[in-house]
């Protein structure tokens, strides 16, 4: 048995404009404007042009291009390079482009699983109300054996989630409810007042002040005697 020897990988291409002029972008076009960005304090013109070119061609890979969600990917993504824009340390690396590319990589990754996680609950949910989930989850649940704890763990979610919204929905009706109460006595006890009529509230006052008046005349007999 023969081995067949390890091929050396080629050499890289001189950073010249006549070597680079196939690509669209370059480290020598692209770190000048990661250093002007960083003395700006701000992504310039330019390379937020570099960044939207590099999105959206790194989106056309084989591995991403049959999504119907592009858009979103590629939003996200450029929304990814801005916030980490200026990270980049020119003093210590000059390779803008890998790092660039590696972030608009993992942007990537973290919405397809993001997305997929969303679809699991989409079709967990259909297969709770009697429905047919999607063509994929239905291949995943034959091949693949950790399904069922995903499942398992979607389901306790679900119930959870359902626990708390009865729970606030109880709290809601009882917060309601007590308000109605105490707006109910707050109406009575207005009727009752402008209920009251002159006269009654004259026959109140005289019957607060009869007893006061026959203690006066007792306190005087006492001191003539």
Known sequence: MTIAPKQSKRDKNPDTPEATSKYYITNSRMLPEVIKSKELGRINDELAKMFMMLTHKYARRPC?????????????ALTSLCQNALKFDPVRFNNPFAYYTTCI????????????????IRDQLLIDIGENP???????????GDIKEDIAELRTNIEEAKVRMAQDEIYAAAKAAKLADAIEKLVIEVVDVEEITEDELKIELEAELIPNLDLLEFEKEETKD
């Open 64 to 76: 991403f291009s049959s999504y119907t969600y592009k858009e979103d990917m590629i939003s996200d």
């Open 105 to 120: 990589n993992n942007s990537f990754l973290q919405f397809l699983n993001t997305e997929k996680k969303h679809r699991r």
């Open 134 to 144: 999607s063509f994929s989850f239905q291949e995943e649940s034959r091949h693949d």
